[in-house]
Each structure stands twice: as structure tokens, then as C-alpha cells.
DNA sequence: CTATTTTTATGCGAGATAGTACAAAAATGT
DNA sequence: ACATTTTTGTACTATCTCGCATAAAAATAG
């Protein structure tokens, strides 16, 4: 089937170099992060890396897209309707508060709520795809709640809509409190807030 | 008291320049704004600018100041415990929203919110300038659901600290939502939403 | 072994960028 | 009138920036 190309062959890996490039755009946004640190980071010389991604403004998009599809995995496996919302609600928040703290040198949030804004107005495709990956944020909550409401947990009028748009609230905020420096410890205790308000206190965290 | 300053008189008035930068700042964030586009705003050489200012930096951190005051004074002004918790949160959410719309082009969010956080870690001083601005947020709302508590508006053993951080988060998400280009039917959703969950439903709007 | 194809690496080049030096300008003080 | 003080505006420098042109390198095809 796929017959070795033609010519020289790469030496270095897409998939890795994009992974190279999404950490120095997360680090400094789009607009700060220069091609010099792009390339460097990636090991790969300048030219190289236009031919494989295109412009910088491509590359930042990539990155976005790379970060989106991983989120958009993340709340189909961790939302999957398997143990009570409250529980797996939590759960996508303490593993959301987990990802944007372990950045190589301190916390760096959300590589798309926390950078991606700031360039929406320059850069019309940025605004787009940041407001493509709101939504489908709001989806994915949006359908673990109506799958609630339907199992009895949430209550039958619920709003399931407003209720997730309510619910990402919280996420877009963690990003930003991570990055602005904030301890886990406050970042979970608006994490759990947020679970009691929008679906109740988890069982097991349930007075009796 | 205020005698005539020696020398030659400026030809600009710092208050009115700060404005403009400020304007450029909350349309390209703080990297992509260049000093020929903040002289040229501003109207001033950019000699003026960094006698008037100081560097970039400096001038971004002091545009942070200035929309950091003004959101000081609506929280005081807006949230004043004169009518009902429910009702000014909401009118509180309302006027964020109608100044995250109504940039000269557009809408645009918040300058602090959406713009700093994406050269937080380049710039630590944006950074600690940012995490003073949440905490002021959450300590304003704070104080009102304390308000509210004591005026049995709130249950008793209500977490208004917790309570506070989460209403913050409506109004961090509300920012970037507004950038990323929702309408102001889908921002108002969110508000009331948040507002429903957080002190109940304002009375203007309650069924009975 | 030669031709072809694709990637790599050096380096260029046009332009933007941040910050400053310096002289002219416009005010006040004596 | 003249010296002093402060701001203005032009010009400058040194650096960075993006994107590309071009030739060498490394593979396959025949």
C-alpha cells in the first residue's frame, strides 16, 4: 500500500513537531512566539517546518486543533454517562485543573482560553475556531446532562443548555486562575462550588 | 498650590493618550500591539509616549490599571446591597456584557481577561497584575452574597467565598465568549443562567 | 550509473520593531 | 533680552521578524 516515497526522506517527526510547536504557543501565545523559537524547538530549520505546516498562523491553528481534539476525547471519557454526572463532572474538572498545572516550567492554563482571545481580533480563523471549540464544549456538557435528566439525576424541567454553558463557565475560568497563578487548592474549591451548584453535591461527598 | 510647570507645555493630555493605548491594547493584546500603532493612536511621537509612560510594558500595565479601577467602581457602584442580591448580580452581568460588545469594531471581551492572560508568563508583572484583578472580582462579589446572607437573602451556612469565585467565573467566560463573537442572546443566557444557580431567580422573573 | 524527486541547510532581503540621541520649539524665571 | 527647563519631532541604530531562493544532500526509479 504505501510505497516508500520518492525523494529525501523527513528527519523529524510531524506528529512530534507539532507537539513542539503547540508548547511554545502555549507558553507565549501566538502573537510572542516567534519562528526562530518555533523552529528551535522543534529542531527542525525554518523552511522545513513552512513546508510541513505553512505559515505561522497555520501552525498556531494546527495547535489549537490538536489541543481541541484532545479536549474533545477527554469529555467523551471522562462525561460517558457511566457514574453519577456530580462524580464524573468533578472528575473532568480535577483532570482539567491537572492539565493546566503541569506545565514544563509552572502552570500555563489553557493554550486556547488563555491565548487564543488575544489574538481573535487580528486573526479572524483564531476567532473562529475559539468560538468552534466554546461550542463544543457546551455540547459535550450539554449531552452528559441530558442524558442525566433523563436517568433521573437532574430535574425534569432543567435546562440542560443553560446548565452546560454554566458548567464551562467554571472550565474557562480554571484556565485562567491556573495561569494567572492560582494554588489547586483553589482551583478545586471553585471546582467543586461548581459541581454542587450545576448538578448537586456528589454522593460521596453527601451529608447524611 | 499648582503653579505652572518650567518648560514647554505638553501638547497632549496623558489621561485622554492613556485612553488611546488602551484601545490598542484591548483590540491586539499586549504583543501584537506595536509602539507605532500606540503613538499613532495616542496621537504623540513616541519619544512623548516613553516620557509620558515608560516602555510597552509599562504602558500595558498601566492600561490594565485603568480598566481594573473603572471595573472597581461598577462592582461598588452596581452591587451597592440596595436592591435585591438576584437583581443587581444580574444588572451587574448585563453591563459587563453590553462593554464586552461595543468595541469601536466590534466586540472584543475584556482587555483584562481576554488579552492578559496570554502574556502572563512572559511578563510576570502582567501576571501578578492579573491575579490582583481576579481576586478583587471574587472579593467584590464576596462581599455582596455576605450582604445577602446576613439579609436572609442567602441560606445561613451558604460558602459565600466559594459562591463568589464561581459567579466570577460567568463573568470570565462571559468576556471571552463576547471576543470569540456569541451573541448577546446566548451571553444573557449564560448570565441568567448563572444567576439562577448562584442566588436564585431575581423576583422580577420568579413564577407564582 | 544517471536522472528524478523531495528534504535540508545556509543565507538572503525587505521590512518592522523597540528604544534613544539630538536639535529645535515653546514655555517660564530673572 | 537672555538663560533655563521641559516637550516635541526627526532621525538613527541595532535587532528581530517573516518568508523565500537556492544549492547541496539523500533517497528512489530505471
Redesign the pocket.
Known sequence: MS??????????EPGAALDALTNVFWTHGFAA????MLAASAG?????L???FG???TMYLRAIEKVAAQLEASIAQVLAGERPVSDELTTFYEESIAAYLDGESGPRGCLIVCTAPSSSLDEPEVKDALRAVLAMIDRGLEKRFATAREAGELATDTDVRALARVASSALHSLAIRARAGESRAQLLTLARASVALTVGVPRSRRKR
Open positions: 510505497t516508500k516515497p520518492r525523494g529525501r526522506p523527513r528527519a523529524f512566539a516567534s519562528l526562530d527542525v530549520n525554518r523552511p522545513s513552512y513546508a510541513a505559515d505561522k498562523r
